[in-house]
C-alpha cells in the first residue's frame, strides 16, 4: 500500500517506508550537525560557520529507503516469489481480491498472511495536512528547519522525531496528556531520561492534553489543556504522533470470518492463528508492540508453522528501543511488573559515569539496570539509558533467551574498556 516518490508500489512496509529506516538516517544526521555546533570543541575541533542543507538530508534518507527497498524486490526474484502491487481484501474461502490500476483480480490461496501493518491515530479537531500539521511520514520530510515545532505526544515517534529537528536548532515543545513519561518503561530509566532530553532542550509537558488547532497566518495554533487550565502554543509546524492503529479498513470482507478484537486488532492465538483455518495475521495487526522485530519474528514462525515445523516467538524477550540521544531501551519487565506481580526480587545499576570507555567518548549520562529474581536469580528484565543502549540490550536479549542468571553474566569476561 506504499507508495515511493516515483508513484511506483514500495516494499517493506511502514518500518522501511516511514518508520524505523528513515528516521534512523536523519538521526544520524542531525546527530553529526549537533555534534559540529555544539560538542566537538571539547576535542580541539572548530569549524567556521556549519550549516545544513536539509534537502541533501532528505535526499540521503530517501536513497537509504530506495536501496533497501530495491533489495526486498531482488530477493523477491531470487526466490520466486511473486508480487502485485495494490490493495488486498481477504474474502470467504481464502480468496484474496486485489485491486489496482490496472483493475481488479481474485486469486486463490492455500494459506494467507494478514500483514497490513498500522495507520496514524488521529486526534480530534486537528486536522493532517503534512504541510504544516504533520503525521510522522510527515515528519520525515519537512523542506526546511521550522524556528518552532509542536509535537503532540512524548512516544517513541514523537521523541525520535522532536530529537532531530531540535538537534537542527528548533525549539521543540512536546505535549503529552499522560501524565508519566514513558509510562511502560521501567521509572527509573524514563526519569534518568526525561532529565537528559529536557537538558538538550526539549520542552517535554506532561498531563497536557490537547482539544484542537487552527491555521493562523501559515502557523498552526493548539488549544490545550494542563494543571493550569486552558492554554495555547502557536508553531510552525505540528508533529501528531499518538500512536499507530491496526490498518484493518477494506481489509476483509463481511463474510471472511476472521474476528477482530474491541481495538480492531485481529484476534490470533500464540502462533498467530486466526480464526479461520489456514489464515494467519502479524504484526502490527496483532497484539503485542507495534515493533518491526516482533512483526519479522511472527512472519518466520507462520512460515515454519505452515512448513510444520515446531517454533514459537518468545514475547517475553522482545526488546524494544527509542533512538534519542542518549538512546532507551529495554528488554523482559520492568521493576514496576514485577513488583506489581509480587515476586521477590532484587535489583542493580551502574551510571556510565563510572564507566571509562563512555567517559572517554563524553557520554557518561544515562545507566544500565538490572531487574532479577531474588531467589534464583534469574535475570527478569534489562533496562538501559546512554550510549549504544540499542546495541547493549542484546545482551539482556540473549542472557535471558538462554535463562542466564545474573551470575552468569558476572562470571563473563568482557573486554575493556567497553559500555
Known amino acids: 500500500r506504499f507508495k515511493g516518490k516515483d508513484g511506483k508500489y514500495s516494499l517493506g512496509g511502514t518500518c522501511l517506508n516511514i518508520g ?27 569549524f567556521d560557520n556549519p550549516s545544513i542543507d536539509v534537502p541533501t538530508m532528505i535526499g540521503r534518507k530517501d536513497k537509504i529507503v530506495k536501496q533497501l527497498t530495491g533489495g526486498i524486490a531482488q530477493l523477491f526474484k531470487a526466490n520466486k516469489v511473486n ?7 481477504l474474502l470467504k474461502d481464502r480468496q484474496v481480491e486485489i485491486t489496482n490500476d490496472e483493475g481488479t483480480q481474485v486469486v486463490q490461496g492455500e494459506h494467507i498472511i494478514l500483514a497490513s501493518g498500522s495507520v496514524p491515530i488521529s486526534i480530534p479537531n486537528v486536522e493532517i495536512d503534512n504541510e504544516y500539521i504533520l503525521d510522522n511520514a510527515g515528519g520525515l520530510d519537512v523542506g526546511k528547519v521550522p524556528e518552532k515545532l509542536g509535537v503532540i505526544g512524548a512516544g517513541v515517534i514523537g521523541l525520535e522525531l522532536g530529537s532531530v529537528w531540535a538537534r537542527l536548532g528548533s525549539e521543540v515543545v512536546v505535549l503529552e496528556a499522560v ?3 514513558l509510562p511502560t518503561v521501567d521509572q527509573q530509566i524514563a526519569k534518568d531520561a526525561k532529565k537528559q532530553f529536557s537538558k538538550q532542550g526539549q520542552d517535554i509537558r506532561l498531563g497536557a492534553r490537547v482539544t484542537g488547532s487552527e491555521m493562523k497566518k501559515n502557523q498552526a495554533v493548539v488549544s490545550f489543556t494542563d494543571k493550569d487550565g486552558d492554554q495555547q502554543e502557536t508553531f510552525d509546524r505540528l508533529i501528531v504522533a499518538v500512536g499507530r492503529r491496526p490498518y484493518t479498513e477494506g481489509l476483509l470482507s463481511q463474510d471472511a470470518g476472521v474476528s477482530l478484537d474491541e481495538r480492531n486488532f485481529v484476534y490470533v492465538d500464540n502462533q498467530c492463528r486466526t480464526d479461520v483455518p489456514g489464515v494467519y495475521a502479524i504484526g502490527d ?13 511472527e512472519g518466520v514462525m507462520v512460515a515454519e508453522v505452515i512448513a510444520g515445523e ?8 522482545v526488546p524494544g528501543v527509542i533512538y534519542t540521544h542518549p538512546e532507551v531501551a529495554w528488554v523482559g519487565k520492568t521493576e514496576e511488573e514485577v513488583k506489581e506481580s509480587g515476586e521477590a526480587y532484587k535489583t542493580g545499576a551502574v551510571p556510565f559515569a563510572a564507566n571509562g570507555r563512555a567517559m572517554a567518548a563524553g557520554e557518561t549520562g544515562g545507566m544500565v539496570k538490572f531487574v532479577a529474581d531474588e531467589k534464583t536469580d534469574r535475570i527478569l528484565g534489562m533496562h538501559v539509558v546512554g550510549p549504544q543502549a540499542s546495541e547493549l540490550i542484546q545482551q539482556g536479549v540473549v542472557a535471558m533467551e538462554f535463562g542466564a542468571t545474573i551470575e552468569d553474566l558476572q562470571l563473563m569476561v568482557f573486554g575493556h574498556p567497553s559500555l
Open 20 to 46: 524505523c529506516i528513515p528516521s534512523k538516517a536523519l538521526l544520524d544526521s542531525s546527530k553529526h550537525y549537533e555534534q559540529m555546533t555544539k560538542h566537538y570543541d571539547v576535542h580541539g575541533i572548530a
Open 83 to 89: 508480487y502485485i502491487g495494490g490493495s488486498g481484501k
Open 179 to 181: 501524565d508519566t513519561f
Open 310 to 317: 515446531h517454533t514459537q516467538v518468545n514475547y517475553d524477550a
Open 285 to 297: 495487526l496483532v497484539r503485542g508492540p507495534a515493533l518491526a522485530h516482533k512483526a519479522i519474528e
